[in-house]
């Protein structure tokens, strides 16, 4: 959130849990207004087309600060759960951007037999360098209410923020 403190988004020391709580890219999207200016269009031409969230849509929130591979399993009950309440054998994904990165994960593992299709936005197959800057020398992400020198110090702390490093050179003298 806006307001949101080192000692709420830091993780444990190995970066493997939370070292206070979870948090979750649907609830910090909702908290900033960021469902409304970005996931609101997508969301409204959805239930404009008739569907409904709990029988046509569902939400995968995941803790966007942790190795990415942590959220397969838990991606994984939801399809099952889908695929049980809805009588279906395979679901479609739509994903934007890390979370994207999870679903390929997903695609590529153990629900490859369970997709029918993966939609992305704005993923970054080929990883993105803000990240590094980030990580380097702190950067706000477009966010004026982030403090860039404590993102940096976030960022060294996230296994994801590495997971989402270039796959490509990126520097050049």
């Known amino acids: 959130t806006p307001t949101a403190s080192r000692a709420q988004l830091a993780l444990e020391p190995n970066g493997a ?3 206070g709580s979870a948090v979750f890219a649907k609830a910090v999207i909702d908290n900033v207004g960021y469902a409304e200016d970005i996931y609101g269009p997508l969301m409204s031409f959805f239930q404009s087309s008739g569907r409904e ?3 046509h849509l569902w939400y995968f ?3 966007w600060r942790l190795d990415n591979a942590e959220h397969l399993a838990l991606l994984d009950a ?3 759960k889908v695929l049980r309440e809805t009588g279906k054998t395979k679901v479609n994904l739509v994903t934007h951007s890390m979370g994207g990165l999870v679903a390929k994960g997903y695609v590529h593992g153990i629900g490859a037999r369970k ?3 993966l ?3 704005a993923l970054p197959y080929r990883g993105g360098a803000f990240v590094f800057r980030g990580v380097a020398e702190g950067y706000d992400f477009g966010n004026p209410s982030m403090r860039p020198e404590l993102m940096k110090i976030l960022l060294q702390n996230w ?3 590495y997971q989402i490093y270039p796959r490509y050179r990126f520097i050049h003298d």
Do not use: H
């Open 17 to 19: 849990k939370p070292a």
């Open 53 to 55: 969230v709990g029988r």
């Open 61 to 63: 929130p995941y803790d």
């Open 78 to 80: 939801l399809v099952e």
């Open 115 to 117: 997709v029918s299709k």
């Open 119 to 121: 939609i992305t936005m």
């Open 159 to 161: 296994p994801s923020a």
